[in-house]
């Protein structure tokens, strides 16, 4: 298992490292991210001790509200069975294989099939599913691999 999660890990380490403003993919252009939210990095993506995390939590926010990275359309809200754990999320589909999380809502705004824009609101973080405090959860994925958002983020969060 973990020789697996390092092939992973190494897999997306390379689809972010070839350039550090943007990811590309086989089958379409680069990605650029707006904050999901306004707060501090609680913790960073990848291992933190001997545990995998796959993706960033953003905590001791200024506002509760969570808006889109990125446009695209809402795949899933609320409690999806294969996301166990992340409590109340919202999966936006951003196209050519590319996918947004947001996860540990205590509020989604968004319904499925909604196409969202580049900062729309899409819900209140919260602390649902396992946590330990209110933060949001957020992971990218390319084709269901989690690989770290921060390259993809502005220097500062707002």
């Keep these: ?8 890990a190494a897999g997306a380490a390379a689809l972010i490292c070839a350039a550090p403003a943007s990811a590309h993919t086989d089958s379409g252009p680069g990605l650029s991210l707006v904050w999901p939210a306004s707060g501090t990095i609680t913790r960073g993506f990848g291992y933190d001790g ?3 995390h796959s993706g960033i939590d ?3 926010l200024r506002s509760l509200d969570v808006t889109a990275a990125a446009p695209g359309v ?3 809200i609320g409690y999806a069975p294969t996301f166990d ?3 109340n999320v919202v999966l936006v589909d951003m196209g050519h294989g590319l996918e947004a999380l947001y996860a540990h809502l205590s509020e989604v705004g968004v319904h499925v099939g909604e196409q969202v824009s ?3 609101k899409l819900g209140l973080a ?3 599913g396992y946590c330990t405090g209110t933060h949001l959860h957020f992971e990218v ?3 269901g691999v989690a690989f770290d958002p921060s390259p993809l983020l502005p220097a500062t969060i707002p």
Aim: with cysteine; glycine share 20%; hydrophobic share 35%.
């Design 74 to 76: 809402v795949e899933a």
């Design 118 to 120: 580049t900062g729309q």
């Design 58 to 60: 953003i905590g001791t």
């Design 85 to 87: 754990g992340y409590g």
């Design 50 to 52: 001997a545990e995998w």
């Design 126 to 128: 919260g602390c649902t």
């Design 1 to 8: 298992m973990g020789r697996v999660l390092r092939l992973v």
């Design 141 to 143: 994925r390319s084709h």
